[in-house]
């Protein structure tokens, strides 16, 4: 198959050139415009796509030289990465990182009590929800608690906790009030995150210190009435002075997470830059640290929301605001990597925390399942309800999953989690919002009412699958990555192939390996050795399922070529098969990890396992079914027509059934 | 005066846990169940570090019995802002029957060895309800004892208690060196804030055993059985009282 392709040249050279891009493999800077502009295509993929290109760089103040790295890894150890090539990479999955020294646990573990106790004790949800802000003792304690400079080094007066302590933290806050919990992440995680890994000695040291007392709050300013996901269309300026010693900043920033109580702002702005090379002169994103004592920065009243309603969101306003320039975070035309940076680098966080909210509303659905008696007996003895309170615990333990194994492989040096990252925010987002639906079906009239408190936890997740990043945003992003690293794998084969003697032993691999995929056989690829015996099954799944994802995705490439950046519906199934895939794998290093462990819960996790796996690999297996069929063009065409019919006519188009 | 108060702490299973008895009814089950401080002894921690604040005294010594997670609650008094711990390290065998004999044992003879002006306690533990520990160890001593303390105030080489008894309140004035139990309204607890939980890792805890001290942990009491308390059976309805006294002479209560 693979000789027969190579004489068809043009679909491999295609495939080759979707994302070739000389600058990109040798690793030399690249203008902020997009590299992938297919003729006469459009512009609205390429924020993902070039989200893609700019690999993020670990967490550490070395970052600015590392992101001027190679954009592809020659070796990549995601697992994410390597699935899309059909290859399985387990350094990063199995076993289940452990990435807590013993002195780091024991000091977590002091931690969790008090934070808990906080949450239990102090802090009213209903109240901040109603108040519309965080109760100001409520928000005195949490300063006083250090809640908000968790990661900020120690010397520096925050706690200097690791990605999986941080974890475990966020994980309480988010299962008691999510208000409170985008409060201090729009302030941490996002807000100042940008100084913790790009600023210089000097900006740490001047702003970190009260910024992890809570003495200044942070936010993240990027989005604008014009730029949402097209975030490098953002229309904010930063024009230098002739004397160089400052920019002049203008523009306008809406729905801004502490717009209207930070003292320190990211924001993200147009410069004006010399490309080095041409001489011209171009517009590239900067980003800054903007002290609202500058001068000229104001905000707009607090937004009213659906929910996280104790977050104050407003917008925030910048009118020729004198930034110092030694307040350029990163590097000057650097500022569209600073943002994907900090917000890749968050993005655990987020899983962590609905990982917790999850186990809070299921707390409650379970206790009135439990204890509800209709028909005579308590209703967790029917089925429906059983399936409902299964398929919750099954999504709590793949997120809870996804988080710790992400903030494990961060914490353990990896620099290649984005595509996981951005597969962990997606699915713990979805579960959420489905666990939280469920409970409050469960719940019955009970879960509609406000006293119960779950119709406000539903409220608040609303947003998760909306900001930092919408998730169809990521889907395209998942995808995207994946094709690119498939297809360069795929551009290495075409240069074996131009030397097939030198190259016959990888050639004749290569071609084996079709050859018995295509005729469904096993390509080889084993997870055993890394699973515990008992999940041998489960594994199986996982591997057929890998199988013949790695094989589609090429057929794909070789099918679109680089024209697979316009094909959205194809992209969304293809990200959802990778967050299933991703998923299966991550329950079975946990579960491998318990029955090694000889934990009481092992033949219970196995059982998560197990069905998880089972339901995962029949829908990818659907989608890759889908995928090829000569139906889901078809499918997808029908799509488009619908679409641009209703659009059209601002509205339905088939006329009432009653003719009026 | 050195100004020095020792405070103890007692390791507990958490007030919010179900408490469960072991299938053999020789205890309750305690692996892998949430323990944290007993509140008394939180109060009574929160009371000496006040007293230090206020400049009354110079140092605030927590002391826990028990096995090696001792030093957890340990750390969570130093949290709270004791000034070093000092773990007496009891397991096995002698930790299930260790009580408030030997424990007053124990805190007697650190108060001699330490040079304690006053002795700071929890009017009681929740998992056993002794309520005797404070007492023995002053009487161990010939130290006076305020109990059930609702009020402290010191005056001098003098402590005034406010004292909560069935009656209602007693006022005492008693010399140091004392012992002092803390009852409920004594204070409210402070939350330990996560940066002075880090800043107690630097605090010192020394290590001490019973023997050391000359502490023989022999038990005089024996447990023979542990049971749940009976289900609560339903009650019953009466209309009227003749109705009332008629079911008390058919159950045999009247």
């Known amino acids: ?660 | 005066m050195s100004g020095r108060v020792l405070v103890g702490v007692k390791r507990v299973i958490d007030y919010a846990v179900k408490i469960r008895v072991k299938p053999d009814n020789s205890g309750v089950v305690t692996d892998g169940v949430k323990h944290s401080m007993n509140p008394f002894c939180e109060i009574a921690v929160e009371e000496a570090v006040k007293l230090k604040e206020k400049k009354l005294i110079k140092e605030v010594v927590a002391v826990s019995c028990g096995p090696q997670q001792s030093q957890e609650t340990i750390r969570t008094a130093l949290a709270m802002g004791a000034d070093r711990g000092i773990h007496v390290e009891v397991s096995g065998k002698d930790y299930e029957t260790l009580g408030p004999l030997q424990v007053s044992k124990i805190l007697a003879a650190l108060a001699k060895k330490e040079d304690a002006q006053l002795i700071i306690l929890g009017k009681q533990a929740i998992d056993d309800d002794c309520n005797q520990t404070g007492q023995m160890t002053a009487a161990l001593l010939d130290w006076p004892q305020g109990t059930f303390a609702s009020e402290v105030s010191m005056d001098g080489a003098q402590v005034k208690v406010v004292r909560e008894i069935d009656g209602g309140l007693e006022t005492i004035k008693i010399n140091t060196p004392a012992v002092l139990t803390a009852d409920l309204r004594l204070n409210t607890p402070r939350y330990a804030t996560l940066p002075n939980i880090m800043k107690a890792k630097k605090k010192k805890i020394a290590n001490v055993k019973p023997a050391d001290l000359g502490v023989d942990l022999t038990s005089r009491l024996e447990v023979l059985r542990v049971d749940e308390p009976p289900q609560r059976q339903a009650g019953m309805k009466v209309e009227t009282v003749e109705d009332l006294v008629e079911k008390l002479r058919d159950t045999g209560m009247v």
């Open chain 1, 1 to 660: 198959m693979l000789l027969r392709k190579v004489s068809q040249t043009s679909s491999l050279s295609v495939c080759g050139s979707i994302l070739r891009n000389p600058a990109v493999l040798s690793g030399a800077p690249r203008p902020a415009a997009i590299v992938l502009a297919v003729p006469g295509g459009r512009l609205y993929a390429s924020q993902a796509a070039q989200a893609v290109l700019d690999k993020p760089a670990a967490v550490g103040s070395d970052v600015a030289s590392k992101v001027e790295k190679k954009a592809v890894a020659a070796e990549s150890k995601s697992f994410a990465v390597n699935m899309f090539k059909g290859q399985i990479a387990t350094t990063q999955v199995f076993p289940f990182p452990k990435a807590l020294n013993d002195e780091q646990e024991q000091f977590l573990q002091e931690l969790v009590g008090p934070v808990s106790k906080f949450f239990e004790e102090v802090n009213d949800p209903a109240k901040n929800d109603a108040l519309e802000k965080v109760e100001d003792h409520t928000m005195e304690g949490l300063k006083e608690m250090g809640a908000f400079g968790l990661q900020v080094p120690a010397d520096l007066g925050g706690l200097g906790l690791s990605n999986t302590q941080y974890a475990r933290l966020v994980e309480i806050v988010g299962s008691h009030d999510l208000g409170v919990g985008i409060t201090l992440g729009a302030h941490q995680s996002i807000g100042f995150k940008g100084i913790l890994l790009f600023g210089n000695k000097a900006q740490k040291e001047k702003y970190l210190p009260k910024l992890a007392t809570g003495e200044h709050i942070a936010a993240f300013c990027l989005t604008e009435p014009a730029s949402g996901s097209d975030a490098a269309s953002i229309k904010t300026t930063a024009v230098l002075s002739p004397c160089g010693k400052f920019y002049t900043m203008n523009g306008s920033k809406i729905w801004i997470s502490n717009g209207g109580l930070a003292e320190i702002f990211t924001v993200f702005a147009k410069t004006p830059t010399k490309d080095p090379k041409t001489g011209e002169m171009k517009d590239k994103i900067t980003a800054f640290i903007v002290e609202r004592s500058f001068g000229g920065v104001s905000h707009g009243p607090p937004e009213t929301k659906m929910g996280i309603k104790a977050s104050n969101t407003a917008e925030v306003y910048f009118e020729d605001v004198r930034v110092p320039a030694d307040c350029v975070l990163g590097e000057v035309g650097g500022g569209f990597k600073v943002a994907m940076n900090i917000l890749n680098n968050g993005r655990f966080g987020m899983a962590a925390a609905l990982a917790g909210t999850m186990k809070g509303v299921m707390s409650k659905a379970i206790d009135h399942a439990a204890n509800r008696t209709q028909f005579g007996n308590k209703i967790h003895t029917y089925g429906a309800i059983q399936e409902k309170v299964a398929r919750m615990t099954m999504l709590q333990y793949v997120t809870e999953s996804m988080a710790y194994m992400i903030s494990g492989n961060m914490d353990s040096g990896a620099t290649d989690f984005q595509i996981e990252a951005a597969i962990s925010k997606i699915f713990a987002s979805e579960a959420a919002w489905t666990v939280t639906d469920e409970s409050i079906q469960v719940m019955g009239g009970m879960g509609f009412m406000k006293g119960s408190g779950v119709e406000r936890v539903m409220r608040d997740l609303r947003i998760f699958r909306i900001f930092e990043g919408t998730n169809d945003i990521l889907r395209l992003f998942v995808a995207l990555n994946g094709f690119q690293n498939a297809g360069n794998h795929l551009k290495s084969l075409q240069k074996a192939l131009k030397n097939p003697i030198g190259n016959a032993g990888l050639l004749a691999g290569e071609l084996t390996k079709r050859a018995k995929r295509k005729a469904g056989l096993s390509t080889g690829l084993t997870l055993q050795g890394s699973i515990h015996p008992e999940l041998a099954q489960s594994g199986d799944l996982t591997v057929k399922a890998i199988e013949q994802f790695g094989a589609v995705i090429e057929e794909l490439l070789v099918k679109h070529g680089k024209k697979i950046i316009d094909e959205q519906f194809v992209l969304k199934r293809v990200a959802d098969c990778a967050i299933d895939l991703y998923a299966m794998v991550v329950v079975l290093s946990r579960a491998s990890r318990s029955l090694s462990q000889g934990q009481a819960s092992a033949q219970h996790e196995k059982m998560l396992c197990d069905t998880w796996c089972m339901e995962a690999h029949d829908r990818v297996m659907r989608d890759v079914q889908l995928l090829r069929s000569t139906q889901s063009k078809r499918l997808f065409n029908n799509m488009r027509s619908i679409s641009a019919a209703v659009v059209e006519n601002g509205g339905v188009v088939a006329p009432h059934p009653l003719g009026f």
